[in-house]
Structures are given as C-alpha cells and as structure tokens.
C-alpha cells in the first residue's frame, strides 16, 4: 500500500497547491493573471504523461521527481514572494519560471505511478489518486483558515517528501529536506508577502498593524490611509471637499491589496461624521431618509455609520468575511466603537442575497456600495467569475424585500467618463423593473454622481417632484452631477434615454455585451466579449476589467504555444 499511499499525497500537493497560488496571484498580481495557476496544473500533470510514454526505464525517475517536487515547491512559492514585483508587467512570466518545475515535478510523479501500475493495480493506483484529489479539496478550506496562505503553500512540499520517504528514499534527504523547509516556514519573514499588486509594504506607512489570511482574502488593517492626504475626510465619491475641519481618525482595511474600506473611529458622538453626507453613496439616506436598513458588504462599518447618521432604528448589517467581522468586534472593537454592535445594528455573516431570502423584509432601504473586489476565486478570474449581486433575479429578490417606499441603493465606479458599469447597471435596473410590471420604469430611477461614483436609486413607489426638487438642491450643493431625472433646461437626447431605448448606438458602447445579467449568466462586470472585436476606447472605459479581457485573449494565444511545445516535443525527438 506503499505506493497507492504515495500518489495520494502528491495528488492532493497538486490540488492545494493549485488553489493556495491562486490565493497568493489575487494579492500580488490583477486578478486576471491569478486563474493561470490552474492551466498550469494542468499542464504539470499533461505534459509528463507524454513525455513518460516514450520512456522505458520511467521507475528511475520516481524518486527524484518527488524529492524534486520536495525542494521544488517552497523554492518556487518563496522565490516568487520576494522577486516577482521586480518584473512589473512581466512578473507573471517570472511566477511561471518559479512555479513550473514544481508542477511538473508533482505531475511526472503522478505519472510514472500511474503508468508503472499493472493488472489490478492499475484501478487502485486511480482510485487512490482520486482519493488524494478529494482530501486536498476537502482539507483546503480549514488549512487556509488555520494557516497563513504563504506557509502553506511552501509547506506542501512536505506532502511529496513524504511520498519519497514511503517508497524508500534516503533517510538522510528526507531529514535535511524537512529540516530545512520547517526552518523557512519558522522563519517567516522570507514567506511574507512585502508587495501587492497596488504598492509596497516596505514603508512604515504601508506596513499592516494586522493580517489575517481566509479561504477567500488577505485581510490587512493599515493606521491610516495611505493612498489619500492626511486628514482629509475619505469619500468614495466626494465631487467636493466637505465643509469640515477636520474628519475623525480613519484607518484602512485591505482585502487582496485591492479592495478597500475604512475604520472610522467613533465615540458615539455623530456630529464628527456629518461628511458622511457629503459622499454620493449615501445619497439614499438623504433623498428619502429610511428607518429600517439592510446593508449588503459592511466592511469596516463606514456604511453603518452613515445609516446612523441618517437616524436609521433598525440596521441589518450583513457581511460575508467571518474574518472581518471578528476582527471588527476584536481588536478593532474600541477604534470603531464597537460599529457592528451598536444599538439597533444586527450584525449578519453570510451572503446578501442568502440573508435577504431569510430575512422578514420591509427595508425602506437595502445599500449596495462597491460591493466587489479585484480578487480571484479559487476557480478563476474575477471579471470571468459570478457575481449573484447584479442581476435581474436579485434586483427582483431586492424589490420584494422593500417597503412600499422602500428604495434600492447601488453605487459603482465611473471609470472615464461615465464607464461601463453604470451603463450596464442602468440597464438591469430599469430592466428589472420593467420585469416586475411598471409602466413608467424611469420614474422610479435616480442616477447622480459624485466624483468617480455614481449612484443607482430604484424605488418601489415613483419619485415625488418634491424629491427630484430635494435631489436637484443637494446637487448644486455638493457638487453632483444627476443623469437622472433631469431638470427642465435640459436636453431630450440624453445617454439614458438612448441607452434604455435605442440600445448601445453611441460608438462609445458599440460591440459590448450591456444586457441584464441573469442568474444562468451573472457576469455583470464582464461587458467585453473574449473574441469579438471591440474598439480600443472600451478596453480604457473598463479599467482593470478591460485589461483582464486583453490578458485573457494573449494569455490563451502563449499557453497554446507552450501546450504544443511540451506535448508534441517527445513526438520530434
């Protein structure tokens, strides 16, 4: 049972291995470089198949395959920590030079007991090798609650060490290899990741007070927040300075090192907060001001605050880290005043849309606010991968959850110009409720923005002229721009109407993918289509999303011609 034991391990080094690199990529490089991690198990696993197939004395390569992979995988997973922002755009070819020799060492493994085994053996070696596979997936999730990813990832290299020492390797290697890599991982430092796909944590500015590692993020809390001038009030989408002095103690949470929120210090006193109104995400609370509130994405509780400052009664607070909640209530507990159990504030771990489902209703307002991240799932990249937030069943799900005022609140970027995303967001909205039988779906829509923020409002009962008076007022006062409803000088050819009437016609949106996202196809954020051609200008309006779509299409173009490299090189030789 040697053997079968063996491949058990290595199978199950392949599958954690693939998935903590994952985890690393999201937070040094744009999540759209981050999914390669699993092409490239593939590929670890494919191409020695080949190779091995021609050889004849393969049982000599076992063991120096696995004490390869041993030395292999915490070599690559530290070199790759610690070098591969020196490459800039290029560094995602350095993380393959880094990583490739531990994938195929783990696959030339897998391979040569697979195709050594006869007879009855043969169904054995499969079923332990599956077997392998499902522990890992099995295990991955506790490990990378228990284990900071980094160490994990180097430590996996003990998996193949052990299949070494099953099948008779020296005892000696074994001992100065598992030395070794527990003195790296004791070690820490050279298994801390110092640099993000955003900036550098070598200053004291950028260096985390906190850091926690999940099956789903990289948490790091900041004391202050870097990218911004010091002292100034932080706003998502501030049009205008607010008219305060000077705005309470603000720290940052990071999640991947990119996807951000504030801590805001609070003592109970709300009157330190008033440039909460100033910020166009909170538009909601001053158009029609909400008594019962649930919130979608709380983060560090900068939301919360504002639904108190809005004299919110009840605040369902709904958060999907476990981890930032614990952290929140733990050691950020007095910076915050305790923001997540505050009086009328009902703290929920879970999934928007699972909690809405589970929840009584009756919201005067549910509060959508940059709820994404530009980090990778484990099973891809993120402009590729579901968001169950944005489409038309939850806008659905959304509507039914409202009082008979109530109101939907969704804030996205505006990326040059006006972008892509509010657009696309503009049309699931009024889609939505179109679905849902109203004839006049524009007058139940507010769109205003605020800097590089724009807000969607979508409200079960029509907006009142006096509301559009108040919206109009707050506007000229804090700087917004309102695209909809507009003011009686301005022009009927608006990008709303045409958008919602005519369709895509400006050249600005010609050729991209602007339908409502439906739970069969919830890719709200992925407007470029992979192979269609698409005017250059799109690519800019996208951002980072624009940018995953280009890398897809070269990346499938280089891994095309490694593929055939590697697979047909034995059949030349």
């Known amino acids: 049972m040697k053997r ?4 058990a ?12 690199v994952t985890r690393l990529l999201s937070v040094m490089l744009w999540y759209h470089w981050a999914f390669f991690a699993i092409s490239l198990a593939m590929l670890g696993l494919g191409a020695p198949g080949v190779w091995f197939s021609f050889v004849r004395d393969r049982e000599r390569w076992l063991k120096p395959s696995l004490l390869a992979a041993a030395v292999t995988v915490p070599l690559g997973v530290t070199v790759m920590l610690n070098g591969a922002h020196l490459f800039r755009a290029h560094a995602i070819v350095f993380c393959l030079a880094c990583l490739l020799p531990a994938a195929l060492s783990l696959g030339a493994a897998v391979c040569i007991m697979l195709l050594e085994a006869e007879g009855r053996a043969i169904s054995r070696m499969y079923a332990f090798d599956l077997l392998g596979g499902c522990i890992g997936a099995l295990a991955v999730i506790p490990l990378l609650w228990l284990v900071p990813t980094p160490a994990l990832a180097a430590g996996l290299g003990l998996l193949p060490l052990a299949a070494y020492a099953l099948l008779g390797g020296r005892l000696a290697l074994v001992g100065l290899t598992a030395a070794a890599l527990t003195g790296l991982i ?6 801390r990741l110092k640099h993000s796909k955003s900036y550098a944590e070598t200053t004291k500015a950028t260096t985390p007070v906190f850091e926690r590692w999940t099956p789903t993020a990289r948490i790091t809390v900041f004391d202050n927040i870097f990218w911004t001038n010091p002292g100034e009030a932080f706003g998502w989408g501030l049009a205008v300075k607010p008219p305060q002095d000077k705005p309470p103690e603000q720290w940052w949470v990071e999640q991947d090192g990119s996807a951000g929120t504030p801590i805001t210090r609070f003592d109970g006193d709300l009157q330190p907060l008033e440039y909460l109104r100033w910020d166009v995400t909170g538009a909601g609370y001053e158009l029609r001001p909400p008594k019962r509130v649930a919130i979608i994405g709380t983060g560090g509780g900068r939301d919360v605050l504002t639904a108190k400052l809005a004299r919110a009664d009840a605040i369902d607070a709904i958060e999907l880290n476990p981890a930032l909640v614990e952290a929140m209530r733990g050691p950020f507990a007095k910076l915050s005043g305790g923001v997540y159990d505050l009086p009328g504030v009902t703290a929920i771990v879970g999934e928007g849309r699972s909690v809405l489902a589970r929840s009584a209703g009756n919201y005067d307002l549910i509060q959508i606010s940059l709820i994404d991240s530009w980090a990778a799932t ?5 402009a590729l991968s579901e968001n169950a937030l944005y ?6 799900q959304y509507l039914s959850k409202l009082s008979p005022t109530g109101v939907v609140s969704t804030s996205r970027w505006v990326l040059g110009g006006f972008g892509l995303e509010l657009p696309r967001l503009t049309v699931l909205a009024h889609a939505a409720l179109k679905a849902e039988g109203y004839t006049d779906p524009l007058a139940h829509l507010v769109i205003v923005q605020g800097g590089s923020v724009a807000t969607v409002l979508m409200s079960r009962s029509p907006f009142t002229q006096a509301e559009r008076d108040r919206l109009a007022a707050l506007a000229t006062e804090r700087g917004f721009t309102v695209h909809w409803p507009l003011g009686p000088a301005a022009p009927a050819d608006t990008w ?3 958008l919602l009437e005519e369709g895509p016609v400006d050249p600005r949106f010609e050729g991209l993918r602007l339908t409502p996202p439906t739970d069969d196809a919830p890719f709200f954020f992925q407007v470029l289509p992979p192979f269609a051609p698409v005017a250059g200008a799109a690519f800019e309006q996208n951002g980072v999303n624009g940018e995953g779509t280009l890398a897809l299409r070269r990346l499938m173009a280089v891994i095309s011609l490694v593929t055939v490299a590697l697979f047909f090189a034995p059949f030349v030789f």
């Open 186 to 191: 004791a070690a820490g430092e050279p298994l």
């Open 9 to 20: 391990l290595v199978s199950a080094a392949v599958i954690l291995l693939q998935i903590t």
């Open 4 to 7: 079968p034991a063996a491949i």
């Open 391 to 396: 489409t038309m069943e939850s806008y659905h």
């Open 496 to 498: 709303v109407r045409r």
């Open 378 to 382: 484990a099973a891809g990249a993120y």
